[in-house]
Every structure is written in C-alpha cells, then in structure tokens.
Nanobody
Framework: QVQLVESGGGLVQAGGSLRLSCAAS????????MAWFRQAPGKEREFVTA????????YYADSVKGRFTISRDNTKNTVYLQINSLKPEDTAVYYC???????????????????WGQGTQVTVSS
C-alpha cells in the first residue's frame, strides 16, 4: 500500500555530486524509519543510511560516512540522499526503503524494511 518512488540518479563524473529523492505516499510516516540501500553489479544489496521521520536521527554505513547525507522534508513526504565526492565504487542502483520504528536502533538489514522503491541508477565515471 505504501509507495516509494526514487529519482535523481544519473551519470556523474568522479568527484561530482548528486542528490537522490524518495517520494513517499499512501500513509503518514511519523512513526517510520526511512533508509537508503544500494546494490552494485554482482554484489548484494547493502545498507547505506537511515533516518527517523520524527526527530531526524541518522545512521550511516562506514563506507559512506562523511560523503553521504540523508535528510527529509516532512511537508513533501520526501527523503533525500545527498552524495558528494562520488567515487566509481559508488556506482549502483540506489533503493529507498521504509518501515515502522521497532525500537531505538535504526535497521541496517534488508529484512527489517517492508516497503521498497523501484530503485534509481547512479553511475560514476572515472
């Protein structure tokens, strides 16, 4: 029932920046955790970052800490992922995910998220 639609992906040169968007609809997300995952060619889907809808508490994977920033706009029901200093290894399909908050810890596993977007491709050229 909840729908998530990602956008903003594209082809970017290494060192550049990109902002991804995830538009949510179908329910209010006050009690939700919103997250970004990514899946590179030949690799498993991995956790990138997450944020609580209320309060804006965040958590980042070590691999993206310092370069990626997650944020949300409550009035637009949209979550953003600002990616700076892009590297070729950032090339992947980026997915938005959401689920109800189950506790104080922000989930990092695929199984912890019920709702998923279709993904948006980010390609970083060297």
């Amino acid at each position: 029932q909840v729908q998530l639609v990602e956008s903003g992906g594209g082809l970017v040169q290494a060192g550049g920046s990109l902002r991804l968007s995830c538009a949510a609809s179908g329910r209010t997300f006050s009690a939700y955790v919103m997250a970004w995952f990514r899946q590179a060619p030949g690799k498993e889907r991995e956790f990138v970052t997450a944020i609580t809808w209320v309060g804006g508490s965040t958590y980042y994977a070590d691999s993206v800490k310092g370069r990626f920033t997650i944020s949300r706009d409550n009035t637009k029901n949209t979550v953003y992922l600002q990616i700076n200093s892009l590297k070729p290894e950032d090339t992947a399909v980026y997915y938005c995910a959401a689920d109800l908050i189950r506790g104080p810890r922000l989930g990092t596993q695929i199984s912890e998220y019920k709702y998923w977007g279709q993904g948006t491709q980010v390609t970083v050229s060297s």
